[in-house]
């Protein structure tokens, strides 16, 4: 079964398109479960540009439940893309608590104030070691999995966007990551809009999908399409990496609770 769990709508501001574009694109691909995952409001201060805000949530609900009946012949699901940040537990916790989501999906997008994921600031990466960035970034991705908080961690290398890779192995890091993750009960994000960056590669590396593998940490699918065509984006490439690598299943959620469909 082929799904695509993450997908933006216009009310984050940096995404175009209409839920039913993304959603008849999806059917146009053959793909037969999607599921909306905008960026979740969050504390007024942090990243408001990039997110809807505490009095549009209402909308987004409502807008992902007129799609499913916009577009009858997909199964639509509601999820919410909601960052991990310390600090803003309480906030996050009781966001996500306010509606019925069929999955929440975790991510890591700054690091301190540093939003390392935006191409205006990608110049901060000089003044660092890069396996040091790797080893905040996997420590925030430990904390998250801790707060059990989330069904799915997102984009789990998103930290290698720009190109950024630490000459030496990472496996110190990627193991206690994944194993929080496990322990959490967690599945792993497959996002292919690494493939659209300066990276070229999906989300997370061969090596991260190897580990998680061993580990036995579950996956699931997504393109993180902010435009309609992104819908599927790189998913042959992506099953094929799952194929080679050992999994032939993929997480389904339905209400917060996962299935194993096959991949
Ligand atoms: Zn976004
Ligand atoms: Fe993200
Ligand atoms: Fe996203």
Known sequence: MILDYHMHTPLCRHAVGAPEEYARRAVERGIEEIGFSDHSPMPATYDP??????????????MVSRCRTAVPGLSIKLGLEADYHPGTDAFVREVIGRYAFDYV???????????FDNPDLV??????????????????????????????????DV????GHRPAESIDDLLRPALAAVRKAGMAMEINTSGLRRPCKEIYPSRRMVEIAFE???PVTLGSDAHRPHEVGEGFD????????????S?????????EAVPL
């Not at 930290?159 to 720009?162: E, H, S, T």
């Not at 490439?237 to 032939?248: C, H, I, N, P, Q």
């Open 49 to 62: 540009e990039y997110r809807m805000r505490i009095d549009e949530y209402a909308e987004y609900v409502e």
């Open 105 to 115: 999906i975790g991510s890591v997008h700054y690091l301190g104030s540093w939003g």
């Open 123 to 156: 110049h901060f990466y000089e003044q660092k070691d890069v396996y040091e960035l790797y080893r905040e970034y996997y420590g925030l991705i430990v904390k998250l999995a801790e707060t059990r908080m989330y069904d799915i961690v997102g984009h789990p």
């Open 159 to 162: 930290i290698k966007k720009f």
């Open 215 to 217: 580990l036995g940490v």
């Open 237 to 248: 490439e992506a099953a094929g990496m799952l194929r080679s690598v050992g999994y032939t």
């Open 250 to 258: 993929i997480l389904r959620f339905t209400r917060r609770r996962a």
